[in-house]
């Protein structure tokens, strides 16, 4: 009880579990399955689990993942892997109609979202949906979240172009030459993150929609950074700790 304004509320206020009628050990229950599922784990299966509807299911999820998204500031720092991937559905079984409306030809990434990944060598790894793979937009970026002493590896791609002059070292990678590594320098630890995700999406999540594709991204990273704590236990002490971003209603 509030003495000054003489209401009443929860210890759940602030947190991701205020206004929920859930009892929180279905909370807990929720958050232990969800960090402990090395392959993720989907609404249904969760539904199914803690014995609530798949609606309830998906609601928990949105606002669990909530908890796993990073505001941190922390440069990468030494040798950081930089790549774009797009995420998205086939076009085999589109309809043909569909696929004019959307201006999609054969090859074309126009029906996919663009990701862009930055990995810490031994470190931590970024992800973040943007709307267009072009140097305007992912160059901000890269100043943004890469500390300027780093060497950075990327491919050829042209929005990288220039990356010599902002940072100590740009080591360029010529895919299409099939020129994979240079000595030490390589982008497989983050092309193999890039599985992580895909695997995740087509074998647990099936379909991801783009407003909701970077909380789904959120929760991979979290427990690719945290790989080695008590993921359970991080998880409640950020629930503790962190305002939730979205409306808790």
């Known amino acids: 009880m509030c003495r000054d304004c003489n209401s009443s509320f929860s210890v759940t206020v602030d947190t991701i579990m205020h206004a929920s009628k859930l009892p929180l050990p279905k ?3 929720a958050i232990f399955l969800i960090v402990n599922a090395k392959k993720r784990i989907s609404s249904l299966q969760l539904a199914r689990d803690i014995n609530v509807n798949k609606n309830t299911a998906w609601y928990m999820q949105k606002r669990i993942r909530e908890a796993m998204y990073s505001d941190s500031d922390d440069l990468l720092k030494g040798i950081v892997e930089v790549d774009e991937s797009y995420v998205g559905g086939s076009m085999t079984n589109m309809r043909k109609s569909y696929k004019k409306e959307l201006g999609i030809y054969p ?14 060598r031994e470190g931590l790894v970024k992800v973040i949906v943007i709307d267009k793979a072009d140097a305007k937009t992912i160059r901000p970026l890269l100043n943004k979240h890469i500390d300027t002493a780093s060497e950075v590896v990327t491919d050829g791609f042209g929005a990288y172009r220039m990356l010599h002059k902002t940072h ?3 080591v360029k990678l010529n895919h299409s030459k099939n020129i ?7 982008t497989s630890r ?3 993150f890039w599985t992580t995700i895909k695997r995740a999406i087509v074998g647990q999540y099936h379909r991801v929609s783009p407003e909701h594709l970077q909380s789904y991204l959120d929760e991979i990273a979290f427990k690719f950074n945290n790989r080695e704590e008590d993921l359970f236990s991080l998880l409640i002490t950020r629930i503790i700790q962190q305002e939730p971003r979205i409306a808790v209603t």
């Open 27 to 29: 909370w807990f229950a």
């Open 107 to 120: 090859g074309g990434m126009e029906h996919k979202k663009p990701v862009l990944g930055m990995m810490q």
């Open 168 to 170: 100590a070292k740009h």
């Open 180 to 186: 994979m590594s240079l000595g030490k320098y390589n």
């Open 190 to 192: 983050l092309d193999s």
